[in-house]
């Protein structure tokens, strides 16, 4: 699995843009990457140095489609903790 294949994209809520004050930054990421993986990506990819990672499974929600319950998608999601004065640019600009 290589560095990209690990990161899917960065969650832009409410939540994780108050998180960034913080210096914690939210990946959703491949739900088979481990935590090392996860720090690996990230200090490779942004040129970071990263304290801590906590990942959380997202289970999916119930929903109804024409009268029938089902499931969304679940999904797996890192918090990655920055040392102190560190940034990821990509952030920045939202």
């Not at 843009?17 to 090392?36: C, G, H, S, W």
């Not at 304290?51 to 959380?56: Q, W």
């Not at 999916?60 to 009268?67: M, N, Q």
Request: glycine residues 6%; hydrophobic residues 40%.
């Amino acid at each position: 699995m290589t560095f990209n294949d690990v990161l899917i994209k960065p969650v832009l809520s409410e939540k994780a843009t108050a998180l960034r004050e913080q210096n914690k930054y939210t990946f959703i990421v491949d739900p088979a990457a481990t935590k090392f993986q996860i720090k690996e990506a990230v200090r490779k990819l942004f040129n970071v140095n990263v304290e801590d990672c906590k990942t959380i499974n997202v289970k999916g929600k119930i929903k109804r489609l024409r009268g029938r319950p089902g499931r969304t998608a679940g999904y797996k999601k890192a918090i990655v903790k920055l040392a102190a004065g560190e940034t990821i640019k990509v952030f920045e600009g939202v």
